[in-house]
C-alpha cells in the first residue's frame, strides 16, 4: 500500500513536498517512481528512483525543478517540486514495483505493480 500526502494550493513559482509511504511491500527492494495526470491527458511520467537511490530519471518537463528521494529507513520516497509552473498542476501519484536491479528506473506505468491514492498539486497563475 503506498500513501500519498502533501499536495495542495500554490502560487506559481513556489515549492511543495510530496511523501509517499509504503507498507505491506519491501520497500528497499522496490523501484519508485511519481507519475501525473491531468484533466483530459494520459497519466504521464514525472521522475523515478532506484531502489538502491543510486539512479533516478526525470520528464524533460521537470528537469533542475524537481528532486526525488527516498528514506529506505522510513519507507518514504520524496518529492520536492520547485518553481512551479500552472502546466504542473496535476493529481500526483506516486508508484513502486519490486526491481531487481539496484539501477533501473521505468517509465511507464504499466512497469508499475504498486500505486498510491493521488494527491492533487494545484498552481495558481
Known sequence: QLQASGGG???AGGSLRLSCAASGLTFS???????RQ???VEREFVTGISRSGG???YADSVKGRFTISRDN???TVYLQMNSL???DAAVYYCAATRSFSSFA???SPHEYRYW???TQVTVSS
Open 55 to 57: 539512479s533516478t530519471k
Open 85 to 87: 509552473k500552472p502546466e
Open 73 to 75: 529507513a522510513k519507507n
Open 29 to 35: 527492494s522496490a523501484v519508485t517512481g511519481w507519475f
Open 9 to 11: 494550493l500554490v502560487q
Open 116 to 118: 498510491g491514492q493521488g
Open 105 to 107: 528506473v521505468p517509465v
Open 38 to 40: 491531468g484533466s483530459g
